[in-house]
């Protein structure tokens, strides 16, 4: 059944995620690594067998030859019911998107078989493949033998002016700050003494006088109350921030972003921090003005000095006329 074939499919995944024996895009999914990868097994092993599934995921028309084209053009918005299909959100999720893990994961047999016993065959977490082997696709184009597979993010750069350690660092989201756990605590507490205040206010209206001056001083006294603990309340809205990729975003602690770490307000890395996306306008004018980082996806510039937003280990440098002159001015790969 198709069933035991996805659950399988599902558990393999999850076994090759524990032994580190896929890569960082499917480690970590988003929808843009998941188009990414794509893109980077279709180069790698562009299969025959596999030509069912490019023409319905990526929606080829015709007999196509080459589905490079198709993978660079898919919506990522496409990905997401995969995203929440491995991440165990949901059991359910059509065929296709079982069929492009399998692919992805280089799980095999594949595609779905009817006459192959799925239930019990075993899982492999490491390796390419699982066991049976199946026989070689002799239409596929020609490939080398299957080899552990390497992290398309982690080559090792060509030394600059710092080291780089010769395993990648491993993206993660920061621990959340007791300022922002506490938020939600004291918003608690702050709508507890304004339902204590009012439960007050009933009982001092049999109390008092009932005296037109003192009731009014009394209605005062909770309009300002209200509105002051309202204030309080609006401006902490956005008490939390998250980064897009380009610079940094306010947003409400209570507030989620897909795969994306909410971290307390800095307000000089909101205001200030942005990645250049076109280094290329860079000049000699930008020294003590621009800062620089080398990273696994490469060379990457700053308008403000700190720590990568997402390698939080590795701290931002100012740039250099070397830099400029070497990676910049002579146009050379960064």
Known sequence: MFDDYKEKVILTYEEKKKANAISFNLIHPAPAKLKEECLRVYEERPLKKDENLFRSFFESKGDAINYSGNIKAIDIDKFRPLINFVKRKTNFTETKNVELLAWLIDFEPRPYKDDFDYINMPVSGGGNSLVPVPTPDPIAVPVPVPVPPKDPESPVPPPIDEPIDPIPPTKKDPPIPPEIKGIKRIKQIIIQKILAFIERYKWLKHAVPKSRNEKAAISLIIIFTIAS??????????NCMYWTGEHYEAISCEQTVDDVAI?????????????????????????GKVWYVRTYEGLEFYTSDGFHPIYSERRLKPITTHIIDKYILKNKSY
């Open 229 to 238: 603990i309202t204030y309080i309340l609006i401006r902490d809205n956005k």
């Open 263 to 287: 971290i307390a307000k800095d307000t000089v890395k909101l205001n200030h921090l942005k990645k250049i996306m076109h280094p290329d306008t860079l000049t000699l004018n930008s020294l």
